[in-house]
């Protein structure tokens, strides 16, 4: 059953349960992906630049460098989309940026934060929904004990408040649109 | 098998809570110790909590765990399949 999922993971590790696969840290995958973290933000044209990856994260922080990631054309995904809001969210579907939401930030965190992390992603993904920001929902695997399945992947959405059919897109059709838009399928 | 299932539970009352977790119908009807797969039934309703706390499971007694869910299925028959 899960096989019949046309899955596409941008953030794990390469496995036959996807499709495509890209990662930031497995060679195998079938396309590199770069992630910008906070303290790198000012440095993201250089290192993407120098990294040569083929889909770029960054990771959310405060308003202040939400703002910075949704103005660089040169990001594809925004990692731990929060806090943000309308304003914000409107950019993100003018620059077609899409919001990520990673499996593993909600596997490995536990109480007050897990808590406070899957409020923050409904609120997100709520104004995303309204702003038409696409969604994708990734594993984060940096290891085979870390797979997500494709099924896994759907219900994770469902937590954070999507519906079935949205889910599915984030791990479908969303994720195709990238590729294709990047020019990589 | 009794570690399973109380680690099964430990997860889901941490992601669930009380109320939620009383919610899923949790029964771990089968297990095999051999090559570790089991089936886990549960509500309609309750198929992507009771899969999410699966996922959140991270160790069973102190070794590391990932559990994957092979299928879901509304029938033991069909789950054979999977």
């Keep these: 059953m899960l096989s019949n999922y046309l899955a596409i993971d941008l953030r794990g590790i390469k496995s036959d349960l996807y499709e495509y696969v890209a990662s930031v840290d497995d060679e195998n995958a079938d396309f590199r992906a770069v992630m910008i973290y906070p303290d790198t933000i000012g440095r993201i044209n250089e290192i993407v630049k120098k990294s040569g990856a083929d889909i770029v994260f960054a990771t959310g922080n405060d308003m202040a460098s939400n703002r910075r990631i949704i103005e660089n054309p040169i990001v ?7 806090p943000i809001d309308d304003t914000l969210a409107k950019m993100a ?3 077609g ?9 909600i596997i490995n965190s536990r109480g007050y ?5 899957i409020q923050s992603l409904r609120r997100s993904i709520s104004l995303a929904r309204k702003r038409k920001v696409g969604i994708v929902i990734t594993s984060g695997a940096r290891d085979g004990m870390e797979l997500v399945t494709p099924r896994e992947l759907v219900a994770f959405g469902t937590l954070v408040g999507m519906e079935y059919p949205e ?4 791990i479908g059709t969303m994720p195709r649109k990238i590729l294709e838009g990047r020019g990589l399928i | 098998m009794e570690d399973v299932r109380h680690s099964i539970w430990d997860s889901m009352l941490s992601l669930l ?9 949790l029964k771990v009807s089968e297990w095999n110790e ?12 309750s198929v992507d909590d009771l899969i999410v706390s699966l996922k959140t499971m991270t160790d069973i007694q ?7 869910v092979k299928g879901v299925s509304g029938t033991l028959k069909s789950l054979e399949k999977c």
Excluded: T
């Design chain 2, 62 to 68: 102190g070794a590391r765990v990932n559990v994957l």
């Design chain 1, 167 to 170: 889910a599915k897109a984030a």
């Design chain 1, 113 to 117: 934060q897990r808590s406070r992390m």
């Design chain 1, 76 to 82: 594809d995904v925004m990692s731990r989309p929060y």
């Design chain 2, 34 to 45: 051999e090559n570790n797969i089991g089936i886990a039934r549960c509500s309609l309703d």
């Design chain 1, 93 to 95: 579907s003018r620059n």
């Design chain 1, 97 to 105: 940026m899409f919001f990520e939401i990673c499996a593993r930030d």
């Design chain 2, 17 to 25: 809570g009380e109320k939620g977790s009383a919610n899923v119908n």
